[in-house]
């Protein structure tokens, strides 16, 4: 049976300098989504690569003291280098600059010039330099450019233009009659009512006033602009119109893409200029286009001259490339704008894989040696607890599922496997094989953790797609090798993993950081000019000390308010503390649990009052027994001397959502 394809592409980056976290962003997004059609049965193409010609590629190389193409070729090699550490399993990496690319545009804008698509006249207007872009004097923003807001020129030069126009109206029209074009579709929006419905200019699509790029066959004093240059590698690396019989069956098996993946900022050409080139060659449209937004930091859009620039390569060397992989996809909803900060990052690092993930792996495999002589038992009895958990299983993948399908929602993809890791630290909790062994009730302590170490599978399995790294290395300690037992398709069965052979417990996956000291040592990284982590430390201890905020008696760092998990749960049901006037008994859905949290409330809420409402939940406080009741945790609210109201939330945010 032959497989359904499935050909996706990140932007075609260029490479004018390191890249940053935004590009590894898109490109660990457009990962993911092919290994994970992978694991779905597609047969998968990635391309990527880099878009290499142009006048400030030329002009860069020239203040280096080098010819263009060694320039690119060092900083090609970075690239492609910091891929390999991401774990991108890209199937092709096509650079503009190689021949099999050359001939085919020659090719592409040959046969636009014949059927008069394009035609030879002289453009004037307003040139930047590092966007290349040409500017007409409405669209400067106080005369400087609209988009990285440097300075620009006023530039005329013969040019060959594409007959934008002639194909605009067509274009409507398939945005009408394919909703699912664009996405976001804030997007399509954008693009309708800033460029289509206004009208489109001719485009100019080659260049006079610098030679690195592909010249124009006809007329070689011109090479070919970046709108037909780099935008055909998308069919270019397929082999379209190539000589050779094997690639053009290669394009006719992947082409149309299913997916270009890129950030907002280039959304126009590929919605635009790409489709209207591709309606010209009477080739079809690429049946979707996203756009994510931009990784920000607290000052807002990287760039070198705010010196914000998050160069992943630091992360990966300090944590790994699954850890930066999981917190890009876990904490940046994908097609919206994302923060990045070094406390959210350690947050997701403490909280999620180590306290969360990595815990229920060290203290699973603990117990298997120590109740189990180091092998994995063989199941027993099944009862209640382990049919609702293999319930629980499979609704789990199929969410996954659901979210990755269509929608690409990578945070709810993880949010629903997170669902499974903390269910299997609460069921350790609740079956307390510590106990069982103890009471010498071997049987039922071997179904309980055979259950879990079946369950680390399963989370495992479906962990593959977004953290490549680690799905190996919990197989190597689960004992076990890849093949059916970690298939998707099995994922969704409990009861898959082979018994009695040896586990092999190796060090902590993700250890628990000390925010503070990691902290202060990325920042000296990231900021080179800081003396040391002791005098950053220092600094930051005699700001506190000299910062006065008016209403606040004592001030804290954002490190100390890092340490509290505040989730959200809704309150399912009330109950008065016997002689006790003050409290309340609350049991608390927090979305994977539930729990019990006493508190003095009694005065201003009825436990019916109480029921449905959705409350913030201090959720890693130490329990602790208020009139002989067990709580574990407490619930915030404000107060003056005669009133106190709860701090509740809308009822659109789900249940253990975290507060931040």
């Known amino acids: 049976m032959t497989k359904p394809t499935f050909y996706i592409t990140t932007p075609i980056y260029y490479p004018n300098d390191k890249l940053h976290i935004g590009h590894a962003y898109s490109t660990t997004v457009t990962d993911t989504i092919a290994r994970y059609k992978r694991m779905r049965g597609y047969d998968v193409r990635f391309l990527t690569g880099t878009d290499e010609h142009g006048q400030k590629i030329q002009k860069k190389a020239l203040s280096a003291g080098k010819e263009p193409l060694p ?25 503009t600059t190689e021949e099999r690319h050359r001939v085919v545009v020659q090719k592409i804008f040959t046969r636009l010039l014949e059927q008069d698509d394009i035609y030879l006249g002289h453009y004037e207007g307003w040139y930047c330099t590092p966007c290349e872009s040409y500017w007409t004097e409405t669209q400067l923003k106080d005369g400087a450019c609209p988009e990285c807001g440097g300075s620009v020129e006023l530039v005329r030069e013969e040019s060959y233009f594409f007959r934008m126009g002639k194909y605009a109206d ?18 399509k929006t954008e693009m309708l009512n800033n460029f289509l419905l206004p009208g489109l200019e001719d485009l100019s699509v080659s260049r006079m006033t610098f030679d690195w790029g592909i010249p124009v066959p ?29 690639l053009r069956g290669q394009f006719a098996r992947f082409w149309p893409a299913d997916v270009h993946v890129m950030a907002k900022e280039i959304v126009r050409f590929h919605t635009i200029y790409w489709p209207i080139i591709l309606m010209a060659l009477d ?53 919206q704008d994302g923060v990045f900060t070094l406390e959210s990052l350690m947050e997701r690092l403490n909280f999620d894989l180590a306290n969360d993930l990595g815990n229920l792996l060290q203290r699973t495999l603990a117990m298997v040696e120590r109740f189990c002589e180091g092998r994995v038992p063989a199941r027993g009895e099944v009862k209640e607890p382990e049919i609702a958990f293999a319930a629980m299983l499979k609704d789990v993948v199929a969410e996954v599922e659901d979210k990755m399908d269509e929608r690409y929602d990578f945070n709810g993809a993880l949010a629903a496997i997170w669902k499974l890791v903390r269910h299997g630290n609460k069921y ?24 879990v170490l079946d369950a680390i599978r399963a989370v495992s399995v479906l962990l593959q797609p977004f953290m490549p790294d680690t799905s190996p290395q919990i197989w190597q300690q689960l004992g076990i090798e890849p093949g059916e037992v970690t298939s998707w398709d099995n994922a969704k069965k409990a009861g898959i993993l082979p018994s009695g052979h040896t586990i092999a417990k190796g060090e902590s996956l993700f250890p628990r950081l000390d925010v503070e000291k990691e902290i202060g040592e990325l920042n000296l990284l990231m900021n080179p000019s800081s003396s040391s982590p002791e005098e950053a430390s220092q600094n930051n201890e005699k700001a506190k000390a000299d910062t006065k905020v008016e209403g606040v008696t004592s001030l804290i760092a954002i490190d100390d308010f890092t340490k509290v998990e505040l989730r959200v749960a809704q309150v399912i049901s009330a109950s008065k503390v016997e ?18 949290v006493v508190s003095g409330i009694a005065k201003y809420y009825t436990p019916e009052s109480l029921i449905g409402q959705k ?46």
């Open 428 to 451: 350790i909790d609740e079956m307390a094989p510590w106990a069982l062994n103890k009471a010498g009730d071997t049987d039922r302590l071997a179904t309980v953790m055979y259950t």
């Open 71 to 95: 320039y690119v070729d060092g900083i090609v090699a970075g690239i492609k280098a910091l891929w390999q550490r991401l774990n991108v399993s890209y199937d092709d990496f096509i650079r």
């Open 218 to 246: 006809q007329n070689p004093k011109h090479v070919v602009y970046v709108w037909i240059d780099a935008l055909s590698s998308y069919i270019t690396s397929l082999g379209y119109l190539s000589e050779d019989e094997a």
């Open 283 to 335: 080739l079809p449209l690429p049946k979707q286009i996203f756009a994510h937004g931009w990784v920000l930091t607290k000052d807002g859009k990287m760039s070198k001259s705010k010196g914000n620039v998050v160069d992943p390569n630091t992360l990966i060397d300090r944590y790994g490339s699954d850890a930066l992989r999981y917190f890009l996809l876990r904490d940046i909803p994908f097609g």
């Open 170 to 187: 067509r274009l409507i029209r398939y945005y009408e009659e394919h909703p699912e074009f664009i996405q976001p579709v804030s997007r």
């Open 579 to 596: 002689k006790a006037d003050k409290l309340l008994i609350l049991q608390l859905d927090v979305g994977d649990h539930q729990r019990q």
């Open 615 to 660: 409350v913030v939940l201090v959720a890693n406080l130490q329990p602790v027994k208020l009139r002989g009741v067990e709580s574990h945790g407490m619930i915030l609210a404000a107060s003056t001397e005669d009133q106190l109201v709860l701090v509740t939330v809308a009822k659109d945010i789900a249940n253990g959502a975290k507060v931040k």
